[in-house]
């Protein structure tokens, strides 16, 4: 789980002049999200999606204006946020890959995907490339255990992996 | 005997009545020339009640790890007040080893928005909120696509066929998750919902009187939803007809196995994949006879039954059937979703013990000491012994402290605790010789080894 672990004491928000979550969206989900929901913090999970597929990641600001527009505390929205592994409260690259090493995907070779990465990309797991383009996670199984190894680059799965399959896979992101 | 014909993989090429290359998107048209909504069209003509009893007299069982007869949790229900009541769909699938609800949603999700449609109408409930898992992404997009679909033809929605419950008319929503195990847990689900953390609830009160919202709210798993169309169509007996009865002389008040049911294979199989075969297969004829056998020639070591928390087959299991009794009789913990993950004789099994343990550690979500502490506990003493590091006292304490995670009623509010206490004992005591190979022998006088 993704306990936040910031040091909230001395933390320097850094802010900027315009909203991330601004008008147009708002007036959007608005219209699309909150009619579906008896209270405005059900929205949150859809909300904070909403956000994050915009900017990539939630920073503290973004999730200040979450909160004033669920009319809820920031703290309330920071609690929500930080439980959840796929959103993300630091930077991230421009495309995350989430490879699965739970059991299935363990047994038909997950380590040798993984490693196969890390030495492509120059990074550990956790870490993100110098250029911003990827960030590597581990991720818990993915629902895809009868085509493992398995990894989802963004919001696309990948089945079967190779490494010499994940290597075209790779050079194949933008 | 095998199956006579497809019922949950009747639109979606399986093995061996089709070839899984051919699977589509099976949209609404399709769906309806095929006999999709038959079911929810026969439901509508008979009294809410009337439907609640056929699903019971069915004997369903939920599909979602459980194996509570689905009927029997819509007679809970209170009666209604006017005010509004959920249905909350359980599509989280997170379970290592469980893959079968998305290929529903990946293919033929108008078969659960049926099944969804049956129970709004039999339970009187207003709002459905189909849950699922955030990675699902193309299965959001599918069930999205789906959905829109069954509003235009008014299976949902103003002017929906149900027409209006408690004086509104029937919504049903996808609800995305955000990447946590434990909001599979049908509580921990509701508080996701509700837009917190996904904290799993001190029950009772039960979600059936206190659930979303705090109204009454009736949670099922994607599968055993999907299986109300077929059986309002074809009946009581039809369904019956399939997986396993009671053996000779067990009352009738004992929970049997009836019906199909989706069996996802993986690991060392030559071909893995989602399968459909009577409640009740082996899983040497899961093996042999759907998966052409163990890859590479080697041989069977061992298995798990259904999604790692139900614990572990031993080497001799192998015949052992997949029904709900598998738990009683093979001292493991249940059938759970009858995701089976199978391992070759080469397989380490403490390197499976540490990796289990760790999403275990992973996954729990803090709130019970036991669970918190005791997986991480279990997570690092694995890691250790799998390095060579560890010493027949850790093994002694390993099975202490699974034997008593969970296991103590009320020290942990959830299954995940009793899950991981499950998967980690059956390994080490099933595999016991394995592991004592791979310690030292401690200096100190050993712990009374716990029995699984
Ligand atoms: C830790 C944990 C995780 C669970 N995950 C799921 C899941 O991903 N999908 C699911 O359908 N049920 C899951 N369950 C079971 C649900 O709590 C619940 O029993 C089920 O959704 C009820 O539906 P059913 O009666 O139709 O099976 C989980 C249970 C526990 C304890
Ligand atoms: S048993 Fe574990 S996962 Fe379940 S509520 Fe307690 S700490 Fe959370
Ligand atoms: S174990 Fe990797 S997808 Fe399930």
Redesign the interface.
Known sequence: ?AWLMKNSGGMNIERRPEAYLDDALKAELEKTVLP?Y??R??????V??AVQDKHGWLPYQALEEVAEF?GLSPS?VC??A??????HLRPVGRHII?VC????C???GEHDIVTKIQEKLGIETGETTLDGKFTLMH??????????PCC?VD???HEDLTVENIDRILDSVK | MALKEPVLCKRIPTPPWGDPKDRHYVGYDEFVGTGGYEGLRKAITMAPKEVIDLVKASELRGRGGAGFPAGLKWSFLPPEDGKPRYLTVNADESEPGTFKDRLLLDFDPHLMLEGIAICMHACRLDTAYIYIRGEYHHQARTTQRALDEAYANKIFGEGSILGKIADRWPQCYVHRGAGAYICGEETGLLESLEGKRGWPRIKPPFPAVAGAFGRPTIINNVETLAMCGPILVNGVDWFKSMGKGRGEGVPPSAPASFGPKLIGMSGHVNRPGVYEEHLGVTVKTMIEDYCGGMWKGRKFKAAIPGGISMGVLATHEYEAPLDFDIGKRYSCLGLGTAGVIVMDETTDMVSVARNIARFFAHESCGQCTPCREGTGWMYQMLTRIEAGDGTTRDLDLLLEISGSMGAMPGTTICGLADGANWAVRTIVNKFWDEFESRCHKSAGVSLAVVGS
């Open positions: 789980m579906h008896p209270t913090r059900a929205a949150t999970l859809p904070l999606h669920l309330e609690d929500t930080s439980f959840y592994e796929m959103f989430w090493q739970s059991i299935s363990e047994l038909r991720a818990e199984c993915l629902g895809s255990c009868g085509s493992a989802l919001d696309k799965l």
